[in-house]
C-alpha cells in the first residue's frame, strides 16, 4: 500500500490518477488481502527477478540487471538461458538486443538487418565473434519494396550454415514464412529454429511442422510490451540440447529452491 501512495504522488493528470485508483479497488474488491498479497508477491518476481520494469524504465530489453536480453517471451528466453550453446554458430533475421545477447552465448553470431538506425545502434557494441549484414527494407509505406525482401531473405545464400536460426525482424505478410523456409536449407543437421510472434504466423508454423519439425510454443509477457505472445522452437527429432547445469533445468527465475533433492 505504502508503494502504491508513492506511485500516486507521481501519477501525472487526475484522470491518470482516477484510473488507477479504479483498477486497484477493483483489485481490491475481488480479493481478500491474503490474496492481494500473493498477488502483489508473484508481481514482485516479474517486476524484479524477470526483470520486467527495468525494461520499461530504460526502454529497452533488459533483465534485471540490465543486461541486454531478446525479445521473446521470458518462458522462452529462460529456456534458452539453461541450454549451452557456446559450440553454436547463430543467424538472426534482425538485430538488436538479441545480439548483444547471443554473442556472449554463442562461438560466433551473425545478424541480417533491415534497418539502417538498428544496424547502427548495434554495430559498434559487438565484439570479434558478431557480424551484421545490412539489407534495408522500406516498411515505412503501405506496401513494400519486393526487390527489397528478395534481396532480405535470400542474403542468407552467401552465408553459411548455422546450429541456431532466430527469424525475427521484418514482419510484413508472407516475409518470416519465406525467411524459415529459407532457414531450412542454412540449418545444420538437428540445429534449432526460432520463430518470434508465432501467434501472428499460423502458416509459418504449419509449414514448418509439414516438414516434419517438433513445435515447442513459449507463450506469455516479454520486455516492455502489455500484452502475450508466443516464440516458438521448432526442433528436428535429432534435437539434443546441451544443458548449462548438470541438474537441468535447475530453479526458475523467481521458484521455490529445496535444499534437499526430491528425485
Known sequence: MKNMLRYMMHVGT???????????????DEATPEQLE??????????????????LVE?????ANGSPVPWYTYPAI???SKWDFS?????????????????R???????????KEWYQRVKDRLRGNCEIHLSEVDESGESVDVGQIDSYVNLID????????????????????????????????????IVDNTDWLPRTCAMLREKGLLE????????????AETTSFFMPKGFKPNPVHPDHPGFSIGGLKRHHDLS
Open 14 to 28: 487526475v484522470w491518470d490518477k482516477c484510473k488507477v485508483l479504479h483498477r486497484f479497488s477493483v483489485l481490491l
Open 38 to 55: 500473493k498477488s502483489l508477491q508473484a508481481w514482485r518476481i516479474f517486476k524484479r527477478e524477470q526483470g520486467y520494469l527495468r525494461s
Open 59 to 63: 526502454n529497452q530489453c533488459v533483465d
Open 78 to 80: 529462460e529456456q534458452l
Open 87 to 103: 559450440n553454436a554458430r547463430v543467424l538472426e533475421y534482425g538485430c538488436g538486443n538479441s545480439t548483444l545477447w547471443w554473442m
Open 105 to 115: 552465448r554463442a562461438a560466433h553470431v551473425t545478424s541480417i538487418e533491415s534497418s
Open 158 to 193: 552467401d552465408l553459411d550454415r548455422f546450429d541456431v536460426i532466430i527469424v525475427d525482424g521484418v514482419n510484413q505478410a508472407g516475409v518470416r514464412y519465406r525467411c524459415a523456409e529459407k532457414a531450412l536449407d542454412h540449418l545444420n543437421e538437428n540445429g534449432l529454429l
Open 216 to 227: 515447442v510454443d513459449y507463450s506469455g509477457l516479454g520486455p516492455l510490451n502489455i500484452y
